[in-house]
């Protein structure tokens, strides 16, 4: 097995609605750490993240059919009292079901044969910090090491792209003050900006003033499927032309030209976004970034334990499977975080 670090799930969205530990195999869902060994994944980004409801809503619901497409309503705004005391919670089960990871020694660690599964820290939509940044430094001393501007939906700092099929990223204003603030401030103290759900103009103004590789943490190529959530190719080249990296997320709906919901879709579909990537900007610029428990990926590859079938229909070499599967990450970690 090739390890994996994979660059995005919900798994602790999962657990903190349903009570269960990630340190046991559950039937439900995607991910956990029996799940993340069996299929060799040796380290993941997992997401602190605040929905509007307590109750789980499956978004299948939402959708409406348009002329074209489909389209899911705008999600509203979240406040920071709602956002920072859920988001502790959150926080409470990655500390008490996982390894955290905080350095690259850390992160090495987890690449070896037989070591714990380890779990990166990443605020997905930066609400839980307030807008003067002044809980950032708590959020870092308790081991966050990724920040999401934004999720697809407007906050203090920028702005997200809302859900719909067909669009464009080009929709909605740039990053505010607080949001130039906050990227300067992660730069300074080597949090990794992760630019999924933000909207083009917000990409191109962190792109403008950060001083790290741009990196997307669970996103796909918009000339293969036309999303607001995937990526232009002026973006992807900004991506490439920084150093930094795309994780292609493994969701159905995101990465099929026709934006249907199909479980039987082929891993060549997935794949082919990888290689349009890799062909773009060279394939030391895309890794994975599965979305496991928030998205539909297709059945051959619905849970953490099936990682590996993804790269078996790859025809590249090893060591061009292992970039993808873990060395772009490592690269790109190396250079962003500070000791
Ligand atoms: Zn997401």
Known sequence: MIPVIDGHNDALLRAWRSGESLRERSEEGHLDLPRMREGGVAAGFFAIFVPE??????????????????????AEPLIFERAAPIAHEVLAIAERDLTIVRTIADLEQCLEAGAEPGAILHLEGAEPIDAGLDNLDDWIERGLRSIGIVWSRPNAFGCGV?????????????????????????????????????????????????????????????????????????????????????????????????????????????????????????????????????????????????????????RWSDDELAKLAHGNWLRVLRATWKS
Not at 169 to 185: F, I, K, S, Y
Not at 278 to 303: K, M, N, Q, W
Request: hydrophobic share 40%.
């Open 53 to 74: 409801d307590d109750y789980e809503v499956d978004p299948r619901e939402a959708v409406v059919v348009t002329e074209d497409g489909w389209e899911v309503p705008f």
């Open 162 to 314: 809302p859900f719909h099929y067909p669009g464009t990223p080009d929709e909605g204003p740039g990053l505010t003050d607080a949001g130039r603030n906050l990227v300067r401030a992660c730069n300074e103290r080597g949090v990794m900006l992760d630019l999924a759900h933000l909207n083009e103009q917000g990409f191109f103004d962190v792109a403008a003033i950060t001083d790290a590789p741009l990196v997307v943490s669970h996103s796909a190529a918009h000339s293969l499927a036309p999303m607001p959530r995937s990526l232009t190719d002026e973006e992807i080249d900004a991506i490439g032309d920084s150093g930094g990296l795309v994780g292609v997320v493994f969701d159905t709906v995101m990465t099929r030209s026709d934006g249907d919901l199909v479980f039987d879709t082929h891993l060549d579909v997935i794949a082919g976004h990888i290689e349009y990537i890799a062909e773009r900007i060279g394939l030391d610029h895309v890794a994975l970034g599965s979305d496991f428990d928030g998205c539909y990926p297709p059945a051959a590859l619905d849970d953490a334990s099936k990682m590996q079938a993804l790269l078996e229909v790859l």
